[in-house]
Nanobody, 123 residues
Framework: VQLQASGGGLVQAGGSLRLSCAAS????????MGWFRQAPGKEREFVAT????????LYADSVKGRFTISRDNAKNTVYLQMDNLEPGDTAVYYC?????????????????WGQGTLVTVSS
């Protein structure tokens, strides 16, 4: 599976961005998908995950109620809608494909990673 993330940029606090992650290489609906982020000097952390069918999602407490993960299996794409952004959301955002069909918040459950897209939120 090859993953290509896009949609990052510079936005003011309170604004919105939508990240996209296009997948290729195998049946996309077989994989649970996740978004992770890594801020400068910090470890990569879980943001959101969705199962293969799109029927189940899970969010980090820090983004719950502000971010929404979704997927379109016909387009082999997963999305992360980010609303009410805060300066603390500034990071490189990575999409990843799980080894299984299930959602997961754990980095080690993910086999394939995209290249990352930078999100910068100004105060």
């Amino acid at each position: 599976v090859q993953l290509q993330a896009s949609g990052g940029g510079l936005v003011q606090a309170g604004g919105s961005l939508r990240l996209s992650c296009a997948a290729s290489g195998r049946a996309f609906s077989r994989n649970g998908m996740g978004w992770f982020r890594q801020a400068p000097g910090k470890e990569r952390e879980f943001v959101a995950t969705i199962n293969g069918s799109g029927s189940s999602t899970l969010y980090a407490d820090s983004v719950k109620g502000r971010f929404t993960i979704s997927r379109d299996n016909a387009k082999n794409t997963v999305y992360l809608q980010m609303d009410n952004l805060e300066p603390g959301d500034t990071a490189v955002y990575y999409c990843a494909a799980s080894r299984t069909n299930y959602r997961s918040r754990y980095l080690n459950d993910y086999e394939y990673w995209g290249q990352g897209t930078l999100v910068t939120v100004s105060s």
